[in-house]
Nanobody
Framework: QVQLVESGGGLVQPGGSLTLSCVNSGSIARFGTMGWYRQAPGKQREMVATITRGGNTNYADSVKDRFTISRDNAKNTVYLQMNSLKPEDTAVYYC???????????WGQGTQVTVSS
């Protein structure tokens, strides 16, 4: 069973930090690449950061050196640490998980992040 639930979003001032969490109802060891995506109003959903089963990470240029993705298989959780937040980071952030074996791509319901003074 797959149920991805994001949390940790909210309102933060520019320059602030937030940590997003994505918890699966079952083990995340079944997944290959997991990641965070975001969608701002009027824009397409875009990749923010991904992490492979082996821990290799990839970031969008706009968030490099500010965001850090990590996964904790023991807690069935993927995190996104966001520092030095900017107004342009405002979006709904979605967790994504892809099956390691066979097809299957799963999404959470999203969590709103608003960066504003």
């Amino acid at each position: 069973q797959v149920q991805l639930v994001e949390s940790g979003g909210g309102l933060v001032q520019p320059g602030g930090s937030l940590t997003l969490s994505c918890v699966n109802s079952g083990s995340i060891a079944r997944f290959g690449t997991m990641g965070w995506y975001r969608q701002a109003p009027g824009k397409q959903r875009e990749m923010v950061a991904t992490i492979t089963r082996g821990g290799n990470t990839n970031y969008a240029d706009s968030v490099k050196d500010r965001f850090t993705i990590s996964r904790d298989n023991a807690k069935n959780t993927v995190y996104l640490q966001m520092n030095s937040l900017k107004p342009e980071d405002t979006a709904v952030y979605y967790c994504n998980a892809n099956s390691f074996i066979g097809p299957g791509s799963f999404w959470g319901q999203g969590t709103q992040v608003t960066v504003s003074s």
